[in-house]
T-cell receptor
Framework: EAQVTQNPRYLITVTGKKLTVTCSQN?????MSWYRQDPGLGLRQIYY???????DKGDVPEGYKVSRKEKRNFPLILESPSPNQTSLYFC????????????FGPGTRLTVL | GIQVEQSPPDLILQEGANSTLRCNFS?????LQWFHQNPWGQLINLFY???GTKQNGRLSATTVATERYSLLYISSSQTTDSGVYFC????????????FGTGTRLKVLA
């Protein structure tokens, strides 16, 4: 089944404890992206990747890192999480940057205490 | 930067009614998509429609790129249509960053 998977689905952590949210797609998509969703602010793009080893900042990249070492994986790294990073996170992928139909993962609900 | 506005912000319908959701954007775009976020939070893509008209069952969408708007039509609404509808556009110049509208929250009553 073609899908985008994220892990973990739920995470409660404490300030400063490094964490990684994994994202994987099995559709051989070139383009992958991370978004966060917050009440009143909607969905905002954190980082995106046009292909392996090609990443760029979205609207809200501060406090996050990403890497794209393999085509299928695009992990989101929070080196030192803070409470303002409490949010619902979505990973998405599309066949190519120019063919923009994005498919979303199920989301990861992160709480930073 | 580009602004994306959706209207109406909230909509309540009786089952079986039709509705039109609108997405206005302030600059030219290369890509436009419509998504549905169901009450469980899942984001489902509905249409990739940078221009023209598409239909999928009870849903259809039209984008008039020259006038910078897109419309999503829902006919014979069902309770399962409830949720939030978003449009998303990429920024011009091929950067492939995406910006989402603030959404239309739809509730369909049985």
């Amino acid at each position: 089944e073609a899908q985008v998977t994220q892990n973990p689905r739920y995470l409660i952590t404490v300030t400063g404890k490094k964490l990684t949210v994994t994202c994987s797609q099995n559709m051989n998509h070139e383009y992958m992206s991370w978004y966060r969703q917050d009440p009143g602010l909607g969905l905002r793009q954190i980082y995106y990747s046009m292909n392996v080893e090609v990443t760029d900042k979205g609207d809200v990249p501060e406090g996050y890192k990403v890497s794209r070492k393999e085509k299928r994986n695009f992990p989101l790294i929070l080196e030192s999480p803070s409470p303002n990073q409490t949010s619902l996170y979505f990973c998405a992928s599309s066949l190519s940057p120019a063919l923009g139909t994005q498919y979303f993962g199920p989301g990861t609900r992160l709480t930073v205490l | 930067g580009i602004q994306v506005e959706q209207s109406p912000p909230d909509l309540i319908l009786q089952e079986g009614a039709n509705s039109t959701l609108r997405c206005n954007f302030s600059d030219s775009v290369n890509n436009l998509q419509w998504f549905h976020q169901n009450p469980w939070g899942q984001l489902i893509n509905l249409f990739y429609i940078p221009s023209g008209t598409k239909q999928n069952g009870r849903l259809s969408a039209t984008t008039v790129a020259t006038e910078r708007y897109s419309l999503l039509y829902i006919s014979s609404s069902q309770t399962t249509d409830s949720g939030v509808y978003f449009c998303a556009v990429d920024r011009p110049s091929g950067t492939y960053k995406y910006i989402f509208g603030t959404g239309t929250r739809l509730k369909v009553l049985a």
